[in-house]
């Protein structure tokens, strides 16, 4: 063997290694386990809410450096922290997107960019599915902290090329659970 195939051959792509996007579309290992977490949010004047609901074990805690997202997890299966900037992620977000869209249904009772819609009463006024960013986000539109805190998700966004698999179901699985869990309480 020549010095050129020695080359060659160190350099060819391996072709066993599946693309990023058949990687994502084998889907995510979601344990059965899940835990509580919880956060402190502030409201009008002093007063604080304590935020929980259950969160799926496969996502860690990571720390977010925008102010527009708070309790941001990603998913980092046998890791103790997440990283930032990855996807899929479940976060409180209240990014221009989500505001709009919050604010929308308020006002109209429809999200006109959403590619799926239910309305809800209670804590949450509405769940669904839009495009974000290159990404899809299925979240649950709400206020916070007494109605301090307007128009805000809790919120998944992840990769768009799931969409329609049994990897998005699982996933939109974990945001049901913390929005299923979800509890507000007034401490201060």
């Given at each position: 063997?020549?010095?050129?195939?020695?080359?060659?051959?160190?350099h060819r792509p391996d072709v066993s290694v599946p693309?990023?996007?058949?990687?994502?579309?084998?889907?995510?290992?979601?344990?059965?386990?899940?835990?509580?977490?919880?956060?402190i949010a502030y409201g009008e004047g002093d007063s604080q809410y304590r935020i929980s609901f259950r969160l799926n074990d496969a996502f860690q805690s990571t720390?977010?450096?925008?102010?527009?997202?708070e309790m941001l997890y990603t998913y980092a299966l046998s890791m103790d922290y997440g990283s930032e900037?990855?996807?899929?992620?479940?976060?409180?977000?209240?990014?221009d997107l989500v505001y709009d869209a919050v604010e929308a249904f308020k006002q109209t009772g429809t999200v006109e960019e959403a590619l799926e819609l239910t309305p809800l009463s209670g804590t949450f006024y509405f769940r669904a599915k839009m495009e974000y960013y290159g990404e899809r986000m299925y979240f649950y539109g709400m206020d916070r902290c007494g109605g301090v805190l307007e128009n805000e998700g809790?919120?998944?966004?992840?990769?768009?090329a799931i969409a329609g698999t049994e990897a998005e179901q699982k996933l939109l699985g974990v945001l049901d659970e913390a929005a299923e869990s979800w509890q507000e309480e007034r401490i201060a």
């Open positions: 063997m020549g010095l050129f195939d020695r080359i060659a051959r160190k693309p990023p996007a058949e990687a994502q579309r084998e889907g995510f290992v979601l344990p059965s386990s899940s835990r509580v977490v919880e956060d720390k977010s450096h925008t102010g527009e997202v900037g990855t996807v899929p992620y479940l976060a409180i977000q209240c990014d809790l919120c998944l966004v992840y990769p768009k």
